[in-house]
């Protein structure tokens, strides 16, 4: 079974960056889109940046011209490049991939990783 694993998240303040990986490992898939979700205190689950097997990307409008997306595929691994934070960033940040694995099409989640903006 594929898993996703995130790592890069932690406590950073307004206007500082970070960087989030996230890598899928497991065998006999392929990965068509992978894409950053994240989860505030009391909100829904919102799509933050995702970025599909062909280089197409979009980004939340909140986080356009500060927030970066990029994958290698070679390396089954997304990144979100996250640049001038604002306290309002503050969530849960979770990776997730639509593949084809054993040649069945699945939507799988990471654990997610913390991100904190604060003074």
């Known amino acids: 079974q594929v898993q996703l694993v995130e790592s890069g998240g932690g406590l950073v303040k307004p206007g500082g960056s970070l960087r989030l990986s996230c890598v899928a490992s497991g065998s006999d898939f392929r990965i068509e889109a992978m894409g950053w979700y994240r989860q505030a205190p009391g909100k829904e689950r919102e799509l933050v940046a995702g970025m599909a097997r062909n280089g197409d990307t979009k980004l939340a409008d909140s986080v356009k011209g500060r927030f970066t997306i990029s994958m290698n595929s070679a390396k089954n691994t997304v990144y979100l490049q996250m640049n001038n934070l604002e306290f309002e960033d503050t969530a849960v940040y979770y990776c997730?991939?639509?593949?084809?694995?054993?040649?069945?099409?699945?939507?799988?989640w990471g654990s997610g990783t913390q991100v904190t903006v604060s003074a």
């Open positions: 997730n991939a639509d593949l084809f694995e054993d040649y069945v099409p699945k939507n799988t």
